[in-house]
């Protein structure tokens, strides 16, 4: 089975509800989540793990960032999602001048946290800190 992890700003808002969508729709259960701030994803990223305006999406030894990383976390849940792979046509620049956007306002539109949200005790186990 191919390792999926997705890394998130554990203290945004909109990250949040990211995390939450895809423990939602992920029927297969084979992505994980990781917050940025933890160390295990700065021994995993390392400097990457410093930059929290973007997910981070690693599948086997691939890391994905910005739309792509959200592309192939979709992909991944599998069902209908799969055809938001479409969008990988679309020039990167454009996709990732979007998420940059978004990222840059992201705590005004969603809110921040002071603290990581504590997953809900039956995912547990998809959390790694």
């Known amino acids: 089975m191919a390792e999926k992890t997705l890394y998130y700003d554990g203290l945004c808002g909109l990250c949040d509800g990211w995390v ?3 423990l939602r729709c992920d029927k297969s259960k084979s992505i994980k989540f990781c917050a940025l701030q933890s160390d295990h994803a700065k021994t995993v990223l390392g400097n990457k793990a410093t ?3 973007t997910l981070i999406y690693q ?4 890391i994905y960032t910005e739309s792509t990383a959200v ?3 979709l992909w ?3 069902g209908i999602l799969k055809f938001s792979a479409l969008y990988l046509v679309i020039p990167k620049f454009i996709r990732d001048g979007i998420y940059k956007w978004v990222a840059r306002n992201r705590y005004r ?4 946290r002071t603290e990581c949200r504590l997953p809900e005790p ?3 186990d998809r959390f790694i800190s």
């Not at 539109?109 to 921040?112: P, S």
């Open 76 to 78: 991944d849940m599998g």
């Open 109 to 112: 539109f969603f809110d921040k």
């Open 71 to 73: 592309l192939f976390c």
């Open 59 to 62: 599948r086997n030894k691939h």
């Open 122 to 124: 039956n995912a547990m």
């Open 51 to 53: 930059d929290l305006t």
């Open 20 to 22: 939450q969508f895809v």
